[in-house]
């Protein structure tokens, strides 16, 4: 074959590359829509969860959504069941747990499963059911009244992280709007990310959150590049009382957020509503729809 023919030939073959690629295109954009890895974190469901965590999930996958965050874990057991149990019946949904959320146990010394109580467990746990993350969600308001209660928290979630790093999981904290508020002329926010390791604590953005604290969710991902591998992703009401709202329904841009991925560290993302004016299962219904619309 002489080497104008065989260029030729290469021609030929590529254009019919090009040909089955066009026709193949509508499938792919529905493959890829329908493969993407939204997450829901449970506790927007939490009432349904406590009557029924197995009828609750199934109707979950059913929506659509692929990952779960769990909350509530206690004493070995998450939703009532072993993490063998656990993680076999979320198998068998189509669903995976890469994230949980925990407390710290300041507050409750007597609950098992904090990071100040029976933590070695926890952690051992969540890497039975497949955590890759384990997340402080909140702080208690009794538990952060000065400035100094942010800096022993911050040497807490150091060792607590050390824990999870050895069972390869990556500790995080969860924000909500208090930690922007100064106290003695400082921001907590600044405090705890400050004062841990930036390789061993990470951070779950919760944009909602940030956002009613006027913070910009973009300038904290160029602030702390790759620190946030997590997200909490819900809206804002376009009203003066900025309630919780269904993705996609509010007032936040979350395709430019999403375009900073990058930036972030982005690894995961889970809708969460805290309070909901319409049925849960409607309301997750309707942002797990929207956050497939976006640019992922």
Known sequence: MSQSSNITRKQFLKLGALATSAALLPQLDAFAASSKKVGLQLYTLRDLMAKDPDGTLKKVAQIGYKEVESFGYSDG????KTPKDYAAYLKSLGLSAPSGHYTTGKTMPKAKGTLMNDWKRAVDDAA?????????????????????????????????????????????????????????????????????????????LDLYWATMANQDPVALFKKHPGRFPLWHIKDMEKTPERAFAPVGTGSINFQRIFDAQ??????HYFVEQDVCKLPPLESIAISYKNVEKLKV
């Open 262 to 267: 990058k930036t972030a560290g982005l690894t």
């Open 77 to 80: 057991k998450f939703f009532g």
């Open 128 to 204: 039975t059911i497949g955590q890759k993350y384990m997340v402080c969600a909140y702080l208690f308001p009794e538990e952060r009244t000065k400035l100094d209660d942010y800096l022993k928290f911050a040497d807490l979630f150091n060792k607590s992280a050390e824990v999870c790093k050895a069972a390869g999981i990556q500790f995080c904290y969860h924000n909500h709007d208090f930690e922007f508020k100064p106290l003695s002329g400082k921001m907590p926010y600044d405090v705890l990310t400050g004062n841990t390791d930036k390789n061993l604590v990470k951070l779950e």
